[in-house]
């Protein structure tokens, strides 16, 4: 029975767009309103954000701490704890984003890289992914923030981090994704095929 519905197509759930308007095009959203055909024949409005994926990586010292950042996220009015992370540019590959964010925002490099996964934070209004990299070997040298990026970089230990997901410190939803991905990691639960 099982199997048999895992066969069954996903009509029922399928809505299809009947037409589409682009809303705004700034220089970081492209955002659309379409009107779509619902599984039951009505029509209906969804409002979405085009975004071209991002990369987080999650640094691992030597000592076992964590590298992690503080920076203030103005939609949000405050600042947030976040493990490293930026935007894919226009033709880069995911690991030359993570590997060249990491640099930049933290000073660090690293000599051993996994990809981990994949996240959509925000399903319902975003086309947004973001790429879970784990890095380690970590060589310090300098930041080199974009202009007007401004954000503080300390570590913490894995047992802090928890402690600040589950205090309600850390709200960011791909930090709390990379918690439970290093969580996984560290137990020997999920394994990792770490590469140079």
């Not at 519905?5 to 759930?13: G, K, N, S």
């Not at 996984?184 to 140079?196: H, P």
Request: glycine share 8%.
């Amino acid at each position: 029975m099982e199997r048999a519905a895992a066969l069954t197509p996903d009509r029922h759930l399928i809505e299809e767009k009947v037409a589409g308007q682009e809303i705004l095009k700034g220089r970081f959203l492209h955002a659309f309103r379409d009107t779509v055909r619902l599984p039951n024949g009505g029509e209906t409005t969804r409002e979405y954000v085009v975004h071209p994926g991002a990369v987080m990586m999650i640094p691992l010292l030597d000592d076992g701490r964590l590298v992690m950042e503080r920076q203030f996220r103005y939609p949000m009015g405050r600042v947030m704890i976040e493990f490293p992370a930026g935007k894919i540019d226009p033709g880069e590959a995911p690991l030359a984003c993570a590997q060249r964010e990491l640099l930049e925002e933290t000073g660090y490099s690293a000599r051993e890289w996994v990809r981990a996964g994949v996240l959509h934070p925000v399903i319902s209004y975003s086309t947004e992914f973001i790429e879970i990299w784990f890095c380690r070997g970590l060589t310090l040298t300098r930041p080199q923030l974009d202009e007007g990026e401004f954000l503080e970089v300390f570590t913490a230990t894995p047992q802090e981090l928890l402690n600040g997901c589950r205090d309600g410190a850390i709200t960011d939803s791909k930090t709390l994704i990379g918690a439970m991905w290093l969580q996984n990691v560290l137990s020997g639960a999920w394994k990792l095929d770490w590469q140079r």
